[in-house]
């Protein structure tokens, strides 16, 4: 049997030690004939809260396509993927052990003619209980509402659904064992389902500080995906001829959206770090989203931890403890020091199997 030991500071603490893999396992104990693998700092595998594997600007893509998606996310660095709502059934991913963990949350719900074509089960109000039921059942311990949209009826952002059906979406999941999060770019939609229990938000630049509060309170998590509000001032420009309402706000929660996003942070509300790989945007540039939440203020630590041993931690998934299935990344400098490293890993190890190295 062979083992390789990797050395290093390991994150987060940053304690320098021999970690030695054997049998895909990690293990602190030392191990006579271990093979050096790689030196470096020592990252328990990144994590990306929300993206889209199987997702493309046009609906489902095939498995080949998805396979691709899910390498790249792995490359740069994500072994673990929340996805936030496919189109595309990739519960085989399950099955590849030279793809990232994935948590699914089964496929987008949102309103009739509410939401990027191709995406969603697309439902009425009365039907909304139903079908968060049935995805808490085909997904991972996860379901995705779209939370909001625009209204063309209105010119503007609006809630997808009335507060009460999304209160018994909500409880129809939690009864079938599943957590909800929801899209939610504006503020209306946002009180009740922090009132109903809703786990996370994805988005959240309609939060006020009275709802900041309400998440504190509720526990509620949030996952920003700044990459993805970089965006809004193309939405708004899009909209501006037959919406002008809709990109008023648009530009308003831009405008909010870094103070909006470091109060909720400073407040105390958990934040995790998704790139929305998939849903417009790429695949496997989870480093981009550390670097924009260190850009809107958060500390470098703060911003690993979001894509790194606090998000896991969140997900349930093990870090770089005795016994973990040793999934991690190792990077020639302390990347708590220099973000830049990210960018390019020395060693990708996934399962215990070296998945992706850096030669030069
Ligand atoms: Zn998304």
């Not at 929340?82 to 099955?95: E, K, Q, V």
């Not at 509300?269 to 958060?298: C, K, Q, T």
Request: net charge negative; hydrophobic share 40%.
């Amino acid at each position: 049997m062979s083992v390789q030991r990797f050395r290093g500071p390991v994150l987060p603490e940053g304690e320098a030690r021999d970690l030695y893999v054997v049998d895909g396992r990690i293990t602190y104990e030392p191990q006579s004939g271990a093979d050096t693998v790689a030196e470096g700092w020592i990252v328990p595998g990144l994590v990306d809260a929300h993206c889209h594997l199987g997702l493309d600007d046009f609906g489902a893509t095939d498995d080949e396509a998805t396979e691709q998606q899910a390498l790249d996310d792995r490359d740069g660095g994500a072994l673990l993927i929340r996805d936030a709502g496919s189109a595309a059934d990739t519960r085989w991913i399950h099955d590849r052990d030279d793809l990232p963990r994935l948590i699914r949350c089964g496929r987008h719900i949102a309103a009739t003619k509410r939401y990027i074509r191709g995406y969603a089960h697309e439902v009425e109000p009365a039907d909304l209980a139903t079908y968060a039921a049935q995805e808490a059942r085909n997904g991972d311990g996860w379901i995705k509402l779209v939370g909001d949209w625009i209204s063309r009826d209105e010119g503007d952002l609006a809630p997808s659904f009335p507060a009460e059906a999304f209160a018994d979406a909500i409880a129809a999941a939690h009864a079938n064992g599943a957590k909800v999060t929801a899209h939610c770019f504006g503020h209306g939609v946002l009180p009740g389902l922090i009132e109903a229990g809703i786990d996370c938000i994805e988005h959240g630049t309609g939060l006020t500080e009275d709802l900041i509060d309400a998440m504190v309170a509720h526990g509620t998590r949030l996952v920003p995906t700044v990459m993805q509000l970089d965006k809004f001032p193309e939405h708004a420009a899009a909209g501006q001829e037959r919406f002008p309402a809709y990109a008023a706000t648009m530009t308003g929660l831009y405008d909010r959206m870094p103070a909006t996003i470091m109060a909720a942070h400073e407040a105390g509300v958990p934040i995790y770090a998704g790139s929305d790989g998939g849903g417009i945007s790429r695949h496997g540039n989870i480093v981009g989203e550390v670097e924009a939440l260190v850009r809107i203020g958060m500390t470098a630590r703060d911003a690993l931890g979001a894509a790194s041993w606090r998000a896991r931690e969140w997900l349930g998934v093990d870090g770089l403890g005795e016994g973990a299935s040793a999934d991690f990344v190792v990077y020639d400098r302390d990347p708590l020091e220099d973000l830049s490293v990210l960018r390019t890993p020395r060693c990708i190890v996934l399962r215990g199997t070296v998945v992706g190295e850096r030669r030069t």
